[in-house]
């Protein structure tokens, strides 16, 4: 592999397409541990896709020679203090995509995130005893795990993003 940065982009948003092939397979089988399968797989896409868009910014801070050029996470190089100090093009942009709370960006980086915090069981009212034993209750509804095509979606949106700035990173 060639020690440039846009090698790695490359090869994380192709595991990201191997892992999501792996998870449309563990959605379509009948095995009895499919559900552990398609975790699995969907966690793996998250973690090359937030792989790929580190990436993506470690080619834009190598391309203007940044000082963050080496940070290990996209936060420490998507943020207000490295654009007032190096203001590009392509870091706005991303930071802005990235603070749009509906974004593809913005939900990448929000599951990533989620795979990092520590599960929680849902919370418990005190019990009053002066309160029958018997209530009804109403089932919170817990969130759907993300779906292939999302993850595929995202994927998309990225490629077309990292061709677009490859475009206007590339000296003529």
């Keep these: 592999m060639a020690h440039e ?11 990201a397409g191997l892992a999501l ?18 975790q699995a797989e969907r966690e793996a896409v998250l973690f090359h896709l937030y792989g790929a868009v580190l990436g993506l910014c470690h080619e834009i801070t190598d391309y203007y020679k940044l000082a963050s050029a080496a940070a290990p996470r996209v936060d420490l190089i998507l943020n207000q203090q ?3 100090d ?15 709370p509906q974004s593809w960006l913005a939900q990448l980086l929000a599951a990533h995130a989620a795979l990092h915090r520590p599960p929680q069981a849902p919370k418990k009212a005190k019990v009053d005893p002066t309160l029958p034993l018997i209530e009804a209750v109403s089932v919170e509804e817990q969130a759907a795990p ?21 475009e206007s990173l590339s000296e003529c």
């Design 86 to 100: 190096s203001p590009t093009p392509e870091l706005s942009e991303l930071l802005e995509i990235a603070q749009q």
């Design 82 to 84: 490295v654009l007032r």
């Design 5 to 15: 940065p846009y090698t790695r982009t490359n090869q994380k948003i192709f595991f």
């Design 21 to 38: 092939e792996s998870l449309r397979k563990a959605e379509d089988g009948a095995v009895a541990n499919a559900p552990a399968l398609q």
């Design 146 to 166: 993300l779906s292939s095509a999302d993850l595929e979606g995202w994927r998309q949106d990225l490629k077309q993003l990292v061709l677009r700035y490859r």
